[in-house]
């Protein structure tokens, strides 16, 4: 992560992913904390403002609960991450029928 701008870099597989995976992937890990959610959406607004980015959120989202599901992750982000994942394919869906 970098500051003052925030911005994650993650070199391993730089360029591997859509734009919107990466910071997903760690809002999905701060699903417990909603004000935390709340600044971290605010914060990278612009890699979830297109499709692609939403919906690269989205999967990294379903990827950490899987993660949850399969006992690799913390089992407590289950529920939070639940209503995440509603909300995100709610919001995909309606996006989707833009398009």
């Known amino acids: 992560m970098t500051a003052p701008v925030l911005s994650v ?3 391993e ?5 859509p734009v919107g995976y990466d910071p997903g992937r760690l809002i999905a890990f701060s699903c417990r904390h909603e004000s935390l959610v709340s600044r971290l959406e605010r ?3 612009s890699c979830f403002a297109s499709f692609t980015g939403l919906a690269a959120r989205t999967y990294a989202t379903h990827v950490v ?3 949850v599901k399969d006992g690799s992750f913390d089992p407590e ?3 939070a ?3 995440m994942l509603n909300r ?3 919001e995909l869906r309606v996006r989707s029928q833009r398009l």
């Open 9 to 11: 870099l993650d070199w």
């Open 13 to 17: 597989w730089h360029g591997y992913s």
């Open 43 to 45: 914060a990278f607004a």
């Open 65 to 67: 609960d899987g993660g």
């Open 77 to 79: 982000l289950g529920p």
């Open 81 to 83: 991450l639940g209503r």
């Open 88 to 90: 995100l394919d709610d």
